[in-house]
Structures are given as C-alpha cells and as structure tokens.
C-alpha cells in the first residue's frame, strides 16, 4: 500500500496541473477573442469544428463559437479587422448560422456576437435580418439556377477561399 500512494500522489498532482492548464488556456482564449460569458459548446477557429446543416434552409455554415447563455445557443463570429460598426454582410452570415442552430437544435437564437479587432458587437437576430437572409439566399439560388452569378470583387484572397471557385468562370488565379 505505501508503494501505491506516491504514484497516486503524482497522479492526482498531475491531473490538478493539466486542470489548471485546461482552464487557463480557455481564460486566455476568452479574453484574446472578447469572448462572452457562457460555456463554449462549439468551437471552429481551429477549423476543426464540424458542418452545422438546416435542412429547412437548405443551408449549412461553420461558425466560429456556440456559447451557452443561460438556456439560449448564442453564434460568435471572430474577425480578424477592427471595425466601427459591424459590417452588414457579418450581420448576415451571424443571422444565417443563427437561422442554421435553430432549425438543427430545435431552439430560440435571439442574438449573436461579432468580435472585431477592436471590440465586440452584440446582434439581435430580428425578424427583419432574418427576412434579408432568405431574401439573399433566394436571390443567390436564382442566379445559380440561370448562370448568371458573377464574381462582386477583384480580391485574389476572395477567390482563394472562395468554395465555388471551382466552378466559377470568373475566378481570379
């Protein structure tokens, strides 16, 4: 028996160790990326995070945090540029992951975070956004449908990322 305590003794030190180191790297992701108060539940700034799917929407997305609120899923986009107002297409993409968690975990998303360079921005995920997004979805799948979609940039980095690059006449190379 006074064989098996010390090794238990390391035991127990080590796992208190990797806890505190567990722990600390979270704060430090917190506070590096302004992250909200919560549990995050979901996490793909590694890229590592898998395809959230809507059937409903036909729409799928990857977004960077799912935090839990209190009994709410609240989506959090991480950008990478400061910012002095969020930029309308961020809103979109918020509103749409948060259309996309609704419809895949059966729950209310009232808001999302955007987290800028320089600050965070809270978004309240409204009918009327909501509303732009399928307008924008609908107006997306038309173009698709009759071939008229058309690149809206001339940012090599754009096309790079871009996931109809392969098949787009009009990537830049």
């Not at 305590?5 to 917190?30: E, H, M």
């Not at 929407?57 to 986009?77: A, C, M, N, Q, T």
């Given at each position: ?19 505190i180191k567990i722990s600390s790297a979270a704060r430090s992701l917190r506070l590096r990326y ?140």
């Amino acid at each position: 028996m006074n064989e098996i305590a010390p090794l238990l003794f390391a035991l127990g030190a080590a796992s208190l160790l990797l806890s505190i180191k567990i722990s600390s790297a979270a704060r430090s992701l917190r506070l590096r990326y302004r992250l909200p108060d919560g549990d995050a539940i979901y996490s793909d700034l590694s890229g590592s995070g898998k395809i959230l799917r809507s059937e409903r929407y036909r729409l799928s997305g990857k977004p960077d945090y799912i935090i839990k609120e209190g009994r709410h899923l609240i989506p959090v986009e991480v950008k990478s540029s400061a910012a002095e107002a969020p930029y309308r297409g961020h809103q979109l993409q918020l509103a749409a992951y948060g259309m996309i968690m609704e419809d895949l975990y059966r729950t209310d998303v009232p808001y999302g975070y955007i987290v800028y360079r320089n600050r965070r921005y809270r978004i309240e995920l409204d009918d009327d956004l909501r509303a732009e997004v399928l307008d924008n979805l609908d107006g997306m799948r038309r173009a698709l449908r009759m071939r008229r979609a058309q690149r809206d940039h001339n940012e090599r980095a754009r096309c790079v990322r871009c996931s109809f690059r392969r098949s787009c006449r009009e990537a830049i190379s």
